[in-house]
């Protein structure tokens, strides 16, 4: 069985720029969430999505958003990126809304 | 809002000997409690995980964790390390309201052999 996967793995942008990334959960998980881990901190909260509804939404500003597709797949994206976005970005299944999640490798964002 | 606590950034320890990683919450309902661990180069992995019953969780690798409610903690143990156990661990808490995990700031454990 596929985990949860991630893509891109490395991406590089520059201020102002605008990133989307992608997740696909494991089979049959109908939540996904989202999450940011700078270096020498844990995660971070950014999104829950649920049967393609936002289910929660951390402290983060208005230039993240994020959307789940039939097939639960999901996208996070980033408007206007400032040096400080530049973190891991972690994407989590699971099967329900209050169940162990899984996580993805991540995506590593460096914006410069 | 909730907060985890974990009490040492970095631990150092040679291979046998005993592990226990503090880990506190704030959070005065019912809570998921989770112990994740990232080896060098891999995804975050769940260890163990706590949702009800049993206070003492047994996981994966021979650790294990003991939930306790009045004391708002959930530390790791494992009675004899092993060089493989190097990794940084994460203690998660989330509540019955949803999947929101709040991480602590992790625990780098680095085991000498």
């Known amino acids: 069985d596929a985990g949860v996967t991630q893509s891109p793995t490395h991406l590089i942008k520059t201020r102002g720029q605008q990133v989307t990334l992608r997740c696909s959960p494991i089979?049959?998980?109908?939540?996904v969430s989202w999450y940011q881990q700078v270096l020498g901190q844990g995660p971070q909260f950014i999104f829950q999505?649920?049967?393609?509804?936002?289910?929660g939404r951390g402290n983060f500003p208005d230039r993240f958003s994020a959307r789940q597709f039939p097939n639960y797949s999901s996208e996070l994206n980033v408007n206007a990126l400032l040096l400080g976005d530049s973190a891991l970005y972690l994407c989590?299944?699971?099967?329900?809304?209050?169940?162990?999640?899984?996580f993805g490798q991540g995506t590593r964002l460096t914006v410069v | 809002a909730q907060s985890v606590s974990q009490h040492n950034h970095h631990v150092i320890l040679s291979e046998a000997a005993s592990l226990e990683l503090g880990c506190n919450y704030s959070?005065?309902?019912?809570?998921?409690l989770f112990w994740y661990v990232q080896y060098p180069g891999q995804h975050l992995q769940l260890l163990l995980k706590?949702?009800?019953?049993?206070?003492l969780v047994k996981g994966i690798k021979g650790f294990e964790a003991e939930f306790i409610k009045s004391k708002f903690s959930f530390n790791l143990r494992k009675p004899s390390v092993q060089w493989s156990d190097t990794a940084e661990y994460f203690c998660?808490?989330?509540?019955?309201?949803?999947?929101?995990?709040?991480f602590g700031a992790g625990t780098i454990l680095r085991v000498k052999s």
């Open positions: 089979s049959g998980h109908k939540s």
């Open positions: 999505y649920y049967e393609k509804e936002e289910r």
């Open positions: 959070y005065g309902g019912t809570v998921n």
């Open positions: 998660a808490v989330n509540t019955e309201y949803g999947n929101k995990l709040v």
């Open positions: 706590y949702f009800s019953g049993d206070p």
């Open positions: 989590a299944s699971s099967w329900g809304m209050n169940t162990e999640a899984f």
